[in-house]
């Protein structure tokens, strides 16, 4: 009887995107510089360097929601660019469109593996990945496509289907740091794993030099990872360790090679509390999920849209779990929430929508009494938001501002490079506050608390291989 109302939530979602979209409503620039980034590739030009990303960028970015010297980078290792430059042969538009409906299908697939396994409501799944995932889509960003491979992974896992789930696995490394992983608890824990990652892993470096060539995978290696997260020190979206030790006055540096430390502690941490979960709450799919939770917490490279990785893990403690059962609601809850209130009216009602439907479903009563204690909650909630942080709107064009013009802008400069003069030169994307660092509490406190529990289940019952 609950399946309906999963379609149904499915297609109203997919309308109001289709109509933001026709309206001009989705900026999507983040997919705009990897449309320009495949395109450099496709013709023989470096897709991380100023030119001709820039040129390209501001052809397509007709919303100039940068200055003109300025330039979006594309990040992305050589396997995950090989599919935009496949893309770039389209015109932009139509490019744009088939990528907004596969981030489309991608949540709709998830919520549907992640319901099946866990024995969620669908839609509520649904719902809990919809707010983070309408913030992708309208920043053009790839997330959605990390969570159905994750969740695909743990669904094949879960049915012991060892080599689709690596094939499948593979494909979350388009977010290598998060990606990454999800792949090594499988190698270490599922030993028929082994052999498909190492093919997938020889498969993605071939891919890699096909697309880039040798030197530029080394550049891409040596300089172009380095070089942005130096950039994105300056990011007032960013969630990163390192980001916040820059904001206390640590030296960049340091506060980059702390934030790697913290990373490969993660890395560890959630490796090894995945494989207790996976026993004790015979949970395969764990092995993949808990991973790519826990390196969300630190890290150098954290933005506000990758957070969606952690919520197949929350789903799973919620519905496998026998303790700390509210505070595992309230995580699950608070990492479907879109703290910022970016993205318009639509995002504010969608996290309203998956803060109400996840709350109310882990409370007893009536449906009538769960709205009835779940709603006004919610909505002050969402107006204590309003008063300590505005809504965060498009990046603002800024190019009137004089410091603007002294970007990195020699066209054999790294992109990356620009990016950061240009966040330091924009105030609003770069200048640290209370109320931008305050909307960021809830959802590191729920990456915390998702430790926390892993901590507390009992690593009894068989081993998920």
Avoid at 8 to 23: D, I, K, T, W
Avoid at 202 to 217: D, K
Avoid at 248 to 277: C, E, F, H, K
Wanted: proline share 8%; aromatic share 8%; hydrophobic share 55%.
């Amino acid at each position: 009887m609950r399946t309906p109302w999963f379609f149904v939530v499915a297609l109203v979602f997919s309308l109001l995107v289709a109509f933001e979209l026709q309206r001009g409503g989705l900026e999507q620039g983040s997919f705009k510089a990897f449309y320009c980034a495949g395109s450099a590739v496709a013709s023989g030009a470096s897709p991380y360097l100023v030119e001709p990303l820039r040129s390209c960028y501001h052809r397509a970015d007709t919303t100039t929601h940068i200055s003109p010297s300025g330039v979006e980078p594309a990040p992305l290792p050589g396997y995950a660019l090989a599919p935009f430059a496949a893309l770039s042969s389209l015109p932009v538009y139509t490019a744009q469109l088939l990528f907004t409906v596969l981030l489309i299908a991608a949540l709709i697939i998830s919520a549907w593996l992640i319901g099946s396994l866990t024995r969620m409501p669908h839609a509520v799944v649904l719902l809990g990945l919809l707010p983070l995932g309408y913030l992708n889509i309208a920043y053009g960003e790839i997330p959605p496509l990390l969570v159905a491979a994750l969740a695909g992974a743990g669904y094949l896992l879960a049915r012991g289907r060892w080599a689709w789930a690596s094939v499948v696995a593979a494909g979350s490394m388009i977010e290598p740091h998060v990606g990454l992983a999800a792949c090594l608890a499988m190698f270490l824990f599922a030993p028929r794993c082994r052999l498909p990652l190492l093919l997938c892993g020889v498969g993605l470096a071939a891919l890699s030099i096909a697309t880039l060539g040798v030197a530029e995978n080394i550049a891409y290696l040596g300089a172009v990872l380095p070089s942005q997260a130096a950039a994105e020190l300056a990011a007032n979206d960013q969630y990163s360790l390192s980001r916040i030790l820059s904001i206390a006055g640590v030296q960049d540096r340091t506060a980059l090679l702390l934030g790697s430390l913290s990373y490969v502690v993660m890395l560890v941490l959630g490796i090894v509390l995945a494989r207790g979960l996976a026993r004790g709450l015979r949970a395969p799919e764990l092995v993949a999920w808990f991973p790519a939770a826990a390196v969300l917490l630190g890290g150098t490279f954290v933005h506000d849209v990758q957070m969606m990785a952690a919520l197949p893990a929350a789903f799973a403690l919620v519905s496998r779990g026998r303790r700390l059962k509210s505070i595992v609601y309230g995580s699950l809850a608070a990492l479907a929430f879109v703290w910022t209130l970016s993205g318009g009216r639509l995002m504010i009602l969608l996290s309203i929508a998956a803060f109400v439907a996840i709350v109310a479903t882990g409370l007893g009563g009536t449906p009538r009494r769960r709205l009835a204690i779940v709603l006004p909650v919610t909505l002050a909630v969402v107006g204590a938001l309003f008063a300590v942080q505005p809504p965060v709107g498009p990046r603002t064009h800024a190019a009137a501002d004089p410091a603007l013009r002294a970007l990195p802008s020699p066209p054999n400069a790294l992109a990356s490079a620009n990016w950061g003069a240009y966040l330091r030169a924009t105030p609003p994307l770069s200048t640290p506050s209370w109320g931008v660092e305050l909307v960021k509490l809830p959802t590191w406190a729920a990456l915390i608390a998702l430790v926390i529990v892993a901590f507390r289940q009992s690593p009894r019952g068989r081993q998920p291989t």
